[in-house]
């Protein structure tokens, strides 16, 4: 299958800071990623979908100016989280999709583990 | 609006038992898709199936076996000979060109 990476695997930072999290398709270009958050023992939720040369389309509830995403090129969408505080620790993870219209499937990266001190 | 439900929050087997993991859905769409993912504790989503609304014929994949039945809304997911490996948390979802909705998860483990 196709290989989406995330980087860091895992940071730590001090309440206040702005962290961010880069999400790579390795082997194919995703014109549309995805960033979902999960909390320990929850499901995935969807924060927003990251689509390659416009803006982020943001779920209800999660506010676009803390967590700005910026997908500037077919292979990269990052996610900054600014101003971090402890209840944004969480693990956060991407997800490229691959296929073309009603064939898709999604492929999602390792995951980042971000706590906030 | 779409909905994935799997009622099984955790599962324990003995290693070397069947175990199937349960998954039912709910959309207005008629034509979708439905995914199972493995994720193991590492934390990495791994991809195990995608079905397509019109397939309702069941797959096999080595020890792992996808039955879905449109009539009840269920796509079901059986290992057979369970292995400790197996031990992780089992993803069912459903999507077509939108992001995938995913179910709360069931927690498998398989103690030796």
């Known amino acids: 299958g196709a290989v989406v990476s995330q980087h860091p695997s895992r940071v730590i930072c001090k309440s206040g800071t702005s962290v961010k999290i880069e999400c790579r398709s390795l082997?194919?270009?995703?014109?549309?990623m995805f960033w979902y958050r999960q909390f320990p023992k929850q499901s995935l939720m969807l924060m927003a979908t990251?689509?390659?040369?416009?803006?982020?389309?943001?779920e209800q509830g999660v506010e676009k100016d803390k967590f700005l995403i910026n997908h500037a090129s077919l292979t990269l969408s990052t996610l900054t989280v600014t101003s971090a505080h402890p209840e944004d620790s969480s693990f956060y993870i991407c997800?490229?999709?691959?296929?073309?219209?009603?064939?898709?499937?999604?492929?999602f990266g390792p995951g980042t583990r971000l706590t906030v001190l | 609006a779409q909905k994935v439900t799997q009622a099984q929050t955790e599962i324990s087997v003995v290693e070397k038992e069947d175990v199937t993991l349960d998954c039912v859905y709910e959309?207005?769409?008629?034509?979708?898709?439905l995914f199972w993912y493995k994720q193991p504790p590492s934390g990495e989503l791994v991809f195990l199936i995608r079905?397509?609304?019109?397939?309702?014929q069941n797959e096999i994949s080595g020890r792992y076996s996808w039955n879905f039945q449109k009539s009840t809304s269920s796509f079901n997911f059986t290992i057979t000979a369970s292995q400790v490996v197996d031990s992780a948390v089992y993803f069912c979802?459903?999507?077509?060109?939108?992001?995938?909705?995913f179910g709360k998860g069931t927690r498998l483990s398989v103690i030796a």
């Open positions: 990251s689509n390659e040369g416009s803006k982020a389309t943001y």
């Open positions: 997800s490229a999709r691959v296929g073309h219209l009603d064939m898709y499937t999604q492929y």
């Open positions: 082997d194919f270009q995703a014109t549309t």
């Open positions: 979802a459903l999507g077509r060109n939108t992001p995938l909705v």
């Open positions: 079905r397509n609304s019109f397939d309702e």
């Open positions: 959309t207005r769409d008629t034509t979708y898709y």
